[in-house]
């Protein structure tokens, strides 16, 4: 089946392969469930990962349970670092769940995914239903996470909340009787639980899967918005390929196994070419899954313009009335800063050029000519001044 090897070849583990083999074989149409964090709505192609695996699912005809953690995001979830995670309000994990929704379907189909909130059954539970629930695991193996147990040996904040945490998402897959769960590999504890208490509420445990944290643009961290290392579901096509130009060569071929559906053959074909041509071949993959292909040949065309100097055509055109602008007035009248101090800030680090020429003082005022003076901030914005 070539659609279960494609996804045993991005997974790190399964628990276990045996038991997945049994339940895709027995006929039943099975529930997948991916929990998703109401706390970063913006998707990039490091969730690609595990959405595409779902997809896979889907067109084995699965059905794909897409689980809002907006109860547990309410009270703050673990943060899987050093501190706890501010917790949210019911206004801003309903709104990342449509902002969630509207790009995991970038890749999943909307008809075929099923998305719940697990406030439905949490939000229900009893003090009784509580301490039956926490009485089926002891602190020790709670203590076994490992950010948990190194706070705690640094002495660092450990809240009680926070530690039924891992209980409650282990609950959504009771709730939920899900067959599969699907996560990224700092999910491994947590998605064990579940597959335990399943055990203890007499249900069949789930398999749990886990798939590999995509490394960001750095080619150190994980892909995150917070470290600007990330290529964006929602970015522009120009922009997806921009980024795609930025990843490092050592792990360009990870990007492929990971972030694509392409076979291992056709991956190591595309590796052996020229590196430049394969980081081409990276980002003409990713504008098909996710754009329009025939923009490409347009989209590679500006880029090389870009790289070698130069300034594209089709340039957006602006009129204002102004023949002698402070520099600073001029980004924020023409859309490229919300603020002068914004303004400030993009000249002070080198981002701003005036007809292709580098702009350094703040205080500059700028002679306007109709038709002809052309600004430009970072490698790829640029406005004509009419």
Avoid at 217 to 224: I, P, T, V
Avoid at 268 to 292: G, P, Q, T, V, W
Avoid at 294 to 306: A, C, P, T, V, W
Wanted: glycine share 6%; charged share 30%; hydrophobic share 40%.
């Amino acid at each position: 089946m070539k659609e279960l090897e494609i996804i045993k070849r991005k997974a790190v583990q399964i628990f276990s392969e045996e038991e997945l083999e049994k339940k895709l074989n027995s006929g039943k149409k099975l529930i997948i469930k991916l929990g998703a964090d109401p706390s970063r709505p913006d998707l990039h192609i490091g969730h690609s990962v595990v959405l595409r695996v779902l997809k896979t699912f889907q067109n084995m005809g699965h059905e794909v349970v897409f689980l809002i953690g907006d109860f547990t995001g309410m009270i703050g979830d673990p943060s899987g670092k050093n501190k706890t995670r501010p917790a949210l309000t019911w206004e801003q994990t309903r709104k990342s769940a449509e902002t969630y929704l509207n790009q995991a379907t970038k890749i999943l189909d909307k008809n075929k995914t099923k998305i719940a909130f697990n406030s439905e059954w949490l939000s229900k539970l009893t003090l009784e239903d509580i301490i039956s629930l926490t009485s089926k695991y002891t602190v020790a193996r709670i203590m076994e996470r490992d950010d948990f147990k190194n706070r705690f040996e640094n002495g660092l904040p450990l809240s009680m909340h926070e530690l039924l945490y891992p209980l409650m998402q282990g609950y959504d897959s009771v709730a939920l009787k899900a067959d599969i769960e699907i996560g990224g590999t700092d999910q491994t504890f947590n998605l064990l639980v579940g597959r335990e208490l399943q055990k203890d509420y007499n249900q069949e445990p789930q398999v749990v899967m886990t798939f590999p944290l995509l490394v960001g643009l750095d080619g150190k961290e994980k892909m995150s918005k917070s470290l600007d290392n990330y290529i964006g579901l929602n970015d522009t096509p120009f922009d997806k390929f921009e980024k795609s130009m930025k990843i490092p060569d050592n792990v360009l071929k990870q990007y492929f196994e990971l972030a694509t559906d392409l076979t291992i053959e056709k991956i190591n074909e595309i590796m052996y070419k020229d590196m430049r041509e394969a980081h081409f071949e990276f980002a003409k993959e990713l504008i098909k899954m996710y754009d329009d292909i025939n923009e490409f040949e347009d989209i590679k065309k500006r880029y090389l313009e870009i790289a070698s100097g130069g300034i594209p055509e089709d340039i957006l055109e602006i009129e204002i009335d102004e023949k002698e602008i402070n520099i600073c007035e001029l980004l924020v009248k023409i859309g490229f800063a919300n603020s002068k101090g914004e303004a400030k800030r993009m000249i002070i680090g080198n981002g701003v050029k005036i007809d292709s020429k580098l702009k350094q003082d703040i205080n500059e005022k700028i002679n306007i000519i109709s038709g002809k003076t052309i600004v430009q901030f970072g490698k790829n914005k640029f406005i004509k001044i009419i």
